[in-house]
């Protein structure tokens, strides 16, 4: 049995967060952003940034930046991660600037590839420089694309870590699914691209909309640390007298739960309903209450209400759900972890050090050996050396000086 909790009524909605800008970075980002545009109750501080000028000219985003002008030479970068991350850190201000006065930070990208994986850490970290708070929405790649490129998004999934207050991470492998195995390659592309866009809808609605029950950041940063953390996603949206079945049923078709089998692995689900004025306290417990026979006995549920004046009579369920990998997190060293060595002053060399050495083995009119030929002298181990216990009482035991270290009474000689 899922209870509400401790909000046994619906209040009145609760200040939402009011700037939220959603950043599409790369192919994968600037793909989600194309389809987060044409849907209704898209938000509107879109921004698109890639290194390939053609990708961000045609971006339907209101914002739009080209990092690495004169490292990537407006071609993109070429799958190279290292150029990515070159291309950002030429930019910084650019992307410093436009981060600035935003609460929240929604990255979105595909890692594996080069804009992706390269820029993806520095943008975050620059948007965390900013005050913003910064989650990241991610995909992986395709198996079938290799193992380096694995390696590599696994690598800045643990940099990016480093700047986000989580990081929703989505497997493109199940997230064409979503359509039919037949289906032409960029209809389930585009399928996925839209799963991403569901996603980053329902995560700004979460934030951005004045809430009834609210969803806490905390909550999604529980849920989501760590880079093992994968994430389940349904969305469902029904209209009628019986909208809140219809819309969890739908929800839980998606394929990223396997019919809603997931959801019995995972300890937290977040459960997140968005409708107008005509939302009651029974549509939410019915939406529970069709939940729960997909739950396990220890899932904790994390409910979540909003409203939103142009759902018009329909109702909105999401769930979002995560699982662990299980696979050992690789952790990157990066430049930035280390100080730069310190390179030795050049000493001019003075006149002395301007003659030419003598042939080793000579002595020069002194009587001074070469360098090649001093060597270090030894210390003297037939003298029986007391230091500071000369004036005292040795300390005797059969004939030997205890108060004489050992290797020299023991006449060891140490190389």
Known sequence: MITIGPNERLAAPVAAVSAVKVIGLGNAGLAMLQRLAQEDGAPSDL????????????????????????????????GDASRGRASASESLTDLRAECSGAEVVILCTGLGGGTGSGAAPV????????????????????AAEGSKKRELAEECLTRLGRHCLAVICFENDRMV??????????EALGAAAGTLSLATRAVTQMLGLPAIMPVGLDELLDMFAGADARAHFGYGMSEGPD??????EEALRSPLLEEGKLLSEPGRI???????????LAELQAALRHLSPHLGPATQVHVGV????????????ALLACTRSGLPVAVPVDEEDFPAAVAPEPVEATPEEDKPAKPAGKKGK???????????????LDQAMRGRFKDLDPTMVDGQDLDIPTFIRMRIRLK
């Open 47 to 78: 921004v698109a940034v890639h290194t390939d000028a053609k990708a961000v000219a045609a971006s339907p985003a209101p914002r739009k930046i080209q990092i690495g002008r004169d490292v990537a030479k407006g071609l993109g970068a070429g």
């Open 123 to 142: 943008l975050a970290e620059q948007a965390k420089k900013a005050g913003a708070l910064v989650i990241g929405l991610v995909t992986l790649p395709f």
């Open 177 to 186: 699914e979503v359509s039919a195995a037949d289906a032409p390659l960029a």
């Open 243 to 248: 909208r809140a079945r219809a819309a969890v």
């Open 270 to 280: 977040l459960l997140h309903l968005t409708g107008d004025d005509s939302l009651s």
């Open 306 to 317: 909003a409203t939103d004046q142009a759902a018009d009579g329909r109702l909105g369920v």
């Open 366 to 380: 002194g009587g001074k050996k070469s360098e090649s030929e001093q060597t270090q002298e030894e210390l003297p």
